[in-house]
């Protein structure tokens, strides 16, 4: 290309338009014939054109087999070959190529030859001619270029040329066939695209949320917020309509757009993390098109790229956003399969294109929606292990494309089922790993789609050709297919059988009315009861179609589509006959045909012999969701109780509205399980907890339907618990909790830590090191705490911190005293500097700017740290050239003195003058010649020390013959002043500012120093080890300081100098001066607690309308806990299994007390709800209750969440155990949960410490658990519902115990209560036992009766009659309905009667093993008493009598004293016990008392019938004294005689509250109506004169108790 075709190219006529390639009709001018021609080429693909170069360059290999490019694929180490960075500026090398290409970083292919060019330059300035390295990047640079001119050849342009040579020549033409409009239209759609199809490096589209406007009536309070809304919708519509007439017109759309979203959304949500990289995106396009060039491509290229098909622009994309079908891509067009790429013309060589295993594979491989993105992009490899361990802690079974692919080439697979499992197993892990509103979930969905839209084309294109897509085998070939036809057949000849089927007599069809579904018009309701309809017409396609799997599925649709008819039709209408008639006739013809032949049967005689011997191979492939659904269902399906009935028959299948009408009107969403069963079929449930929601609908909707104390209650509840169990066991050791937060942030402290001690300058020096002499104690404030580097050091090893500004308070503690203790030109003070900058750096770089950390540490950043050195700086430095001046003045002093001083030795001989010196540049003394800029060993001053080392500045001779040197003295680590902490290079020596004249005399040897950037890799021949010492920095011994050297300034030395074979490693080693003990003295620094927390104070604040004397805090220390404003606490709540919880909302101290105010937080088992709803583990709602309490209440700190925060993020200081949900409100009226938007926010001062929140990098799932009701409704309903199931076995189980004798029954008496219980299925006369009890033990287990259950005993014979194919759980269901449609005054009646049964059970319980068979009798006088019905409230308990001697006298009836009228049917003397208890309470069984070893017939004892049998003075009563039992374990401890013990109380001498029961009176007692109407209304005929028949109650108690005392009185009792 020309120089002026660039230029043009790049002028401001063209720039808009000049980003594309000049391929691209679009945007390239010229002819309209030049245009036509190329418009049939697909654009270049520039990042695929760049890995084929890469690859060449790569896999290019020499004679011996041996790839050139690897003494290429890492750049020498700095360490190792410092020179290297010395002749090379930009060093690069393939690794750093290979991620540019990874991230796509080159725009064109000028980009990657550049990077190339510049590796082999580097390479040819560094190495000789002659090396190996030289040759291999000559060599290279040919194939590179070689290969680039066959991919970008010239000849392919030639013809462009040509006609930009005529554009250029007539300028005009493009003026007339493209306009500025249209190039900027152009452009803007090019930067649209940008936006639209820019995706994360997870394959999500980071448009997607940005294409349409929220809904208002999801996020109404959007539109409040953001006054100018705007999506990408919006800007293609303004694209197209012309609206932007500039660039800078559209980027302020997109900078609305993203304020928009920043502003709605939180910092740190993924949402404001788009915004920003959409703006990032838009700005990077929009340079690029500015400035980019156009590049020419092969026809090679353009025609591997052309089957990707053409793609939408992003202006078409965005307004048809939302447009395409979700449910099955493939039909709406928006997927199109690339099978023509490189992949598969690799495989073809190793496999057949016409495999229909490897066509599934490459139609899940190849898909790609309308905007030309791979769908299967996530799903070539395996996530990194590093990067995402938990996947394979939740993935048991992982797989990718990659996987697939290797076990395809191998030839695993035999059939389609194989590797349909495979690909279905790996989108299963995808969606089971990621979040369902992530980008990999939908791609999951939608390859599934993909894939059973691709096997549904294979199968029916193999029964149009004949072919088999199961097998090769021809054999296999002609048996599935005529397996195929068979099954078809007989699926056939079952739909003739329903066509076919007439009315007897009148030839009717019986089909007619299920051929087609019921007209919407006419049958509008039809469509709200069934929810899945089926018609015949449906069936017959579905079987020419060969829809149909196999045969069940077949006739699972014909049984929906009668159960459908049964369902929405009556019982007795004549679409309901015919349903049963049809659905017997296709059973009828099924059992005629016989089951379905197998494999072996459809082969030929011929075949079967052969096959003698040979299993054949079946496999049935289930996914892994498959799997756990179908193990749900049949566990709940399958489950069966003690007596081996199924619990879940009653579910099968949904009442008809003939049955019951009002089941619909009260139910909104039926359900059943066959239905749940077809979903499960149909592939509906995406995940096992759909299909568990559908399950607990259906087991709410039985306990909202039928009555708490019904068998179906019972068993949902019963199945519902499996349902949870089998869920909970298939879980197993899957941890869906989040992360440890603490052990998370105390990681990151330890990598800052490391990170920050580890950091090292060119040379490799640490810059920590220098920092290791800050003293621990600072001079300044010796009472502070001791701190230093490894103080701080102890306690990240030991965890103490778990707050980041704490550890970065202590950090920047230490550095802060580094710079404040040493001037502003040392090298600790630049080191300190340093460290600070890149603290900053890591810190933000972990926390990722708040995003992983937010913490109030990050509002410090490197611009308050250059302001704070600077500022330090301007303080120092004034008082730092003070000094340099008074101590430059000191020295000069000191100089003169010392040249006076000389000159006075020179005058007296001592020595010679310095004019009268001849210096030289060498010297011989005793055969060793001394030159300048050597060094030497000097002996020593002193005994027992090392000699110095001087390096040789001057040289001289006197004239006495004396041999002179002078030089610098380099000083050992021990020869220094330094802290104890310092380290030091190996054989390290510091150049002094000591010089002086020393006799050649002295000299002892040669060493060699050398600067540290020699030392490591060269080595001075002819020197010894010991003999070459390294220097790295110089020391002031007036100020005891270290100063790095940067240029060594020596003479030149004479010592040569070779490189070393292998580089020396850097070793820093102790100071002699280190104390062993100085751990235990940082230990003891350091400290022993557990944690380091951060110092708060209290805060203060001014309150309105405050009350006088109270203070008001926003944070404040009490109770040995802080506490602040919007903070939760637990609070002591007696009664409760759980402390409620609070939020701190108020909080104030007045008289020295401390209160706060704020809402209470209540826990599931304090609210009203069926047993079957869930809730989440540690779930808390709001309640209506604001309370006032003192602070000494509180038990503990916790913290409620919203939904959306327990879902991203912890605080770093609670404990996971202590932080609660709450996502609803508890609305005590209505006894409902209401879901709210969220938790009130609070804002603090700045004096209040926040705490610092960790946000999950993947959002947690949480697990909702069983309701704590559950377990205890399922126990009272087993107790209340245990005579029914048991009945049978109770009259089998009777006592018949052979010890003991047996007990006499009562005399069966004949009263209306007798002959109410002769309807009852048994009637006890003795003890029955308990299961599981020995016959010995004579248990007998409590009957609990009441008035439903009294009624199910009657009904079920009777509609067991009527039904007599019906099962228990559909008798139960009949029952429960019977019961809501009985009038509430026949279910009194039931009640009533229930409770007589229970007196009469208990009456007739036979007594224990008695001493006196006739130990008393009762005798009747007149007309018997009406007998109580049971205690109500307000009656008197009458006190208990003494007891009489077992077989003692018996007072007869006429010893009643005179003058003592007698009670009608009063009890003989002695038989009044204590069960003649008053109303006190409800009227069941167990309300009264009972006198161990004395029996009482009870409250509900019935009267004797007037005349019957023998007169009632002679009629044999129940002994009144019993003896005691032989064994003690044969006492029947009733639950009077339990409720005895349990009244027993040492502070009282009776059970009973007799005393106020004899000060009770009628205006005292208030009784509701429920507890009016079980008032024993039936003992009075009326109320008399009575105003409410409990005043003709309360009159009555007052006569019995009158009568009672009286009785009491005259015998003297």
Request: net charge negative; charged share 30%.
């Amino acid at each position: 290309m020309s120089a002026s075709k660039r230029r043009r190219a790049t002028s401001p006529s063209s720039s808009v338009s000049g980003g594309g390639d000049l391929d691209d009709s679009s945007s390239t001018p010229g002819s309209g014939r030049k245009r036509r021609r190329i418009s049939n080429v697909s654009p270049v693909d520039t990042i695929a054109v760049c890995h084929e170069l890469f690859n060449a360059v790569r896999d290019y290999k020499d004679g011996q087999g041996r790839q050139l490019c690897e003494v290429f694929q890492r750049v020498p180490k700095r360490r190792n070959q410092p020179d290297y960075y010395e002749a090379v500026s930009q060093p690069i090398d393939m690794t750093k190529i290979l991620y540019k290409l990874k991230s796509e970083d080159y725009n064109d292919v000028e980009q990657l030859t550049a990077d190339f060019q510049l590796m082999f330059n580097n390479a040819k300035s560094f190495y000789k001619s002659d090396t190996e390295e030289y040759q291999a990047a000559c060599k290279l640079w040919e194939v590179y270029l070689q290969t680039r001119n066959e991919f970008v050849q010239p000849g392919d342009g030639d013809e462009d040329d040509e006609d930009g040579d005529d554009m250029m020549d007539n300028p005009g033409m493009s003026n007339e066939d493209e306009t500025p409009t249209g190039n900027l239209k152009e452009l803007f759609e090019q930067l649209l695209e940008a936006l639209v199809s820019h995706a994360d490096p997870s394959g999500r589209l980071v448009s997607e949320l940005f294409q349409k406007l929220p809904s208002k009536v999801h996020y109404p309070d959007y539109y409040a917020i953001i006054k100018e809304p705007i999506d990408l919708r919006t800007i293609a519509q303004r694209i197209q309509i012309g609206y932007y007439k500039s660039v800078n017109a559209m980027a302020k759309d997109i900078d609305l757009m993203a304020k928009n979203a920043k502003t709605y959304n939180e910092p740190g949500s993924q949402v404001f993390k788009d915004a920003n990289t959409i703006k990032k995106v838009f700005i990077q396009r929009k340079t690029e098109l500015e400035h980019a060039e156009p590049t020419k491509s092969s026809l090679r290229i353009r025609n591997r790229r052309s089957g990707q098909g053409d793609q939408l622009s992003g202006v078409s994309v965005a307004l048809h956003y939302g447009s395409e079908s979700e449910d099955d891509p493939v039909l709406s067009g928006s997927v199109c399969y690339d099978e023509g790429e490189s992949e598969a013309e690799s495989q073809s060589s190793s496999m057949e294109m016409s495999n229909p295993i490897f066509q599934l594979y490459e139609a899940v491989r190849g898909a790609r929606n309308n905007q030309g993105q791979v769908f299967s992009e996530p799903f070539q490899q395996l996530p990194s292990r590093r990067e995402y361990p938990d996947y394979y802690q939740q993935i048991k079974q992982p797989i990718a494309l990659q996987q697939i692919r290797a076990k395809m080439k191998n030839c695993e697979y035999e059939s389609v089922e194989q590797m349909e499992a495979d690909l279905t197993l790996m989108f299963e892990n995808a969606k089971r790993y990621n979040m369902p509103n992530s980008s990999i979930y939908k791609r999951a969905i939608r390859l599934q789609q993909i894939l059973q839209a691709k096997k549904r084309g294979l199968v029916r294109r193999d029964d149009e050709e004949g072919d088999s897509i199961l097998s090769s085998d021809a054999g296999s070939i002609k048996r599935k297919s005529h397996k195929k036809n068979v099954k078809k057949n007989r699926m056939k000849t079952l739909y003739a059988a329903v066509i076919e089927a007439v009315e007897a007599g009148t030839n009717r069809r019986l089909c007619d009315l299920f051929m087609v579904k019921p007209s919407k018009k006419d049958y509008p309701d039809y469509y709200k009861v069934i929810l899945e309809p089926m018609d015949l017409k449906t069936i017959e396609h579905s079987i020419h179609t060969e829809r149909y799997v196999s045969e069940d599925a077949l006739m699972e649709d014909m049984r929906l589509m009668f159960r459908n008819a049964r369902h929405y039709n009556e019982e007795g209408s004549q679409v309901y006959n015919d349903a049963d008639i049809l659905e017997k006739i296709l059973k009828d013809k099924r059992k005629e045909m016989g089951p379905f032949p197998e494999e072996e049967d459809l082969v030929s005689p011929k075949l079967k012999l052969r096959k003698i011997g040979v299993s054949p191979k079946k496999s049935k492939y289930l996914t892994p969701l498959q799997q756990r659904l179908n193990e749900l269902y049949d566990a709940v399906r399958n489950f069966t109780d003690r007596r081996g009935r199924r619990l879940s028959t009653i579910f099968l299948r949904l009442p008809s509205r003939a049955e019951l009408p009002d089941y619909y009107a009260t139910i909104k969403r039926p359900i059943d399980m066959e239905r749940i069963r077809s979903h499960m079929a149909a592939g509906r449930y995406q995940d096992v907890d759909a299909m568990v929601e559908e399950f607990s609908l259906m087991f709410n909707n039985a306990c909202i339907y039928n009555e708490p104390e019904s068998l179906i209650y019972r068993d949902a509840l019963v199945l519902h618990r499996v349902l949870l169990g089998t869920r909970k066991q298939q879980e197993g050791s899957e941890d869906f909790g989040p992360p440890n937060v603490g052990h998370l942030v105390r990681e990151l402290i330890r990598s800052l830590f490391v990170s920050v001690m580890g950091h090292q300058d060119e040379e490799g020096r640490c810059y920590s090191d220098s920092l290791a002499e800050i003293p621990a104690v600072d001079p300044a404030g010796p009472e502070k705490p001791p701190l230093n580097f490894d103080v701080i050091r102890v306690n990240v090893e030991r965890g103490h911190y778990r707050r980041l500004d704490i550890f970065q308070e202590h950090m920047f503690e230490v550095l802060e005293k580094g710079r404040r203790l040493h001037r502003t030109d040392s090298e600790i003070f630049e080191d300190a500097v340093e460290l600070q900058h890149f603290f900053i750096k890591i810190r933000d770089e972990l926390c990722k700017n708040g995003e992983i950390l937010q913490s109030s540490s990050l509002i410090y950043t490197s611009k308050h740290l250059h302001s704070d050195v600077e500022q330090e700086k301007r303080e120092k430095i004034p008082k730092e050239i003070e000094e340099d001046r008074l101590k430059a003045e000191e020295e000069k002093q000191e100089n003169k003195e010392g040249v006076k001083a000389e000159n006075l030795q020179g005058q007296s001989g001592q020595s010679d003058p310095e004019s009268e010196r001849v210096y030289t540049q060498d010297c011989s003394f005793e055969n060793i010649t001394y030159h300048v800029g050597d060094f030497v060993y000097v002996e020593p001053s002193e005994v027992n020390l090392k000699p110095h080392i001087v390096c040789i500045e001057r040289l001289w001779e006197d004239k006495a013959g004396g041999k002179w040197l002078y030089g610098c003295w380099f000083y050992r680590p021990s020869e220094t002043f330094h802290l104890a902490t310092r380290k030091f290079l190996e054989k390290e020596v510091f150049k002094s500012d000591y010089y002086n004249k020393v006799s050649l005399g002295k000299v002892l040897g040669k060493c060699v120093v050398l600067c540290v950037k020699d030392y490591f890799k060269m080595q001075a021949e002819g020197y010894r080890a010991e003999d070459v010492y390294v220097c790295e920095s110089r020391y002031a011994a007036r100020n005891k300081s270290f100063k790095k050297i940067k240029i060594m300034a020596v003479p030149v030395s004479s010592v040569k100098l070779v490189p070393r074979e292998v580089p020396l490693p850097v070793v820093r080693v102790a100071s002699m001066f280190a104390k062993p003990d100085y751990d235990k003295l940082t230990i003891s620094y350091a400290g022993s607690g557990s944690a380091i927390d951060k110092e708060k104070e209290d805060v203060p604040i001014e309150m309105s309308g405050a009350d006088p004397g109270c203070q008001h805090y926003e944070q404040l220390h009490c109770n040995k806990m802080w506490f602040k404003v919007g903070d939760c606490v637990y609070i002591q709540s007696h009664g409760l299994s759980k402390p409620r919880v609070a939020r701190i909302e108020k909080l104030w101290v007045q008289n020295g007390t401390t209160f706060f105010f704020g809402p209470i937080f209540i826990h599931p088992e304090e609210t009203e709800h069926e047993p079957t709803k869930m809730f989440y583990k540690r779930e808390v709602f709001l309640s209506h209750l604001e309370e006032t309490l003192p602070i000494t209440c509180v038990i503990g700190k916790c913290l409620v969440s919203s939904f959306k925060d327990y879902l991203s993020c912890r605080p770093t200081e609670v404990s996971e155990e202590d932080v609660l949900l709450c996502e609803s409100r508890y609305i005590d009226v209505e006894k409902q949960m209401k879901k709210f938007k969220g938790l009130k926010r609070f804002s603090y001062s700045s004096k209040v410490v926040e705490d610092e929140i960790y946000y999950f990098r993947k959002l947690i799932v949480p697990q909702k658990e069983a309701s704590p009701l559950l377990d205890k409704k399922i126990n009272e309903l087993e107790l209340k519902l245990a005579d029914i199931e048991d009945g049978d076995d109770d009259m089998e189980d009777m006592d018949d115990d052979d010890e003991a004798p047996q007990t006499p029954s009562m005399p069966q008496m004949q009263t209306p209560l007798a002959n109410d219980m002769d309807t009852l299925p048994y009637t006890p006369q003795s003890t029955p036992k308990v299961k599981g009890m020995s016959k010995k033990e004579g248990a007998k287990r409590k009957i609990n009766m009441s008035g439903y259950i009294l009624f199910s005993s009657e009904m079920r014979a009777v509609i067991k009659a009527r039904h007599p194919d019906f099962s228990f759980g559909e008798l139960s269901r009949l029952v429960g309905t019977e019961w809501r449609n009985l009038e509430a005054t026949k279910k009194a009646d039931y009640e009533e009667r229930a409770a007589k049964i229970v007196d009469q059970q208990e009456r007739d319980r036979p007594p224990q093993k008695q001493a006196s068979p006739r130990a008393g009798m009762m005798g009747a006088y007149g007309q018997p008493y009406m007998p109580m019905q049971g205690p109500h409230e307000g009656l008197l308990s009458v006190a208990t009598m003494l007891p009489h001697h077992a077989g003692g006298p018996l007072l007869p009836h006429h010893h009643l004293q005179q003058g003592v009228p007698g009670y009608p049917g009063m009890l003989h003397q002695g038989m009044m016990g204590p069960g003649m208890n008053g109303m006190a309470g409800s009227p069941t069984q167990g309300n009264f008392m009972q006198q161990p070893g004395m029996f009482s017939p009870g409250p509900h004892a019935p009267p004797p019938y007037p005349g019957q049998g023998s007169p009632s003075h002679l009629q044999p009563t129940t002994p009144m004294f019993v003896a005691p039992p032989p064994k003690t374990q044969r006492v029947l401890h009733s639950e009077a005689y339990l409720k005895y013990i349990e009244g027993l109380n040492s502070e009282s001498t009776s059970v009973s509250k007799w005393d106020q029961t004899l000060k009770a009176q009628r205006r005292d007692a208030h009784m509701t109506k429920e507890q009016e109407s079980r008032l024993p209304a039936h003992w009075l005929k009326s109320k008399g004169a009575h105003t409410t028949m409990a005043d003709a109650l309360w009159r009555l108690r007052d006569l019995m108790l009158r009568d009672s005392l009286n009785i009491s009185k005259g015998y003297n009792l």
